[in-house]
Nanobody, 114 residues
Framework: QVRVVESGGGLVQPGGSLKLPCVPEGESFTPYVMVWYRQALGKQREFVASTPAFGFPDFADRDQGRFAISGDNTKNTVYLRIDSLRTWDTAVYYC????????WGQGTQVAVSS
């Protein structure tokens, strides 16, 4: 079974940016729609963004303009970039394929605080 590995999180001040990599170990991500989720403490995991299925990537409505998702085939890595970080972006960020075909990784913690 393929496991995904997320990284790139950390403590960031409000207004800062992060770029989070996600690597499905041992399998190419290119046949799949890849999805980023996040889970804040005490809340359910929620959708953040996904790579294009037909044409354009998809984002949660609340995050239009601050998030970008991209893929690098040469590194087998899917990236989530978050700009203008806000305190409510604090969460553990996870990625998986649509339909969760991979084993969940540990996620990467993003903490936004001054």
């Amino acid at each position: 079974q393929v496991r995904v590995v997320e990284s790139g999180g950390g403590l960031v001040q409000p207004g800062g940016s992060l770029k989070l990599p996600c690597v499905p170990e041992g399998e190419s991500f290119t046949p799949y729609v890849m999805v980023w989720y996040r889970q804040a403490l005490g809340k359910q995991r929620e959708f953040v963004a996904s790579t294009p299925a037909f044409g354009f990537p998809d984002f949660a409505d609340r995050d239009q303009g601050r998030f970008a998702i991209s893929g690098d085939n040469t590194k087998n890595t899917v990236y989530l970039r978050i700009d203008s970080l806000r305190t409510w972006d604090t969460a553990v960020y996870y990625c998986n394929s649509r339909g969760t075909k991979f084993d969940w990784g540990q996620g990467t913690q993003v903490a936004v605080s001054s």
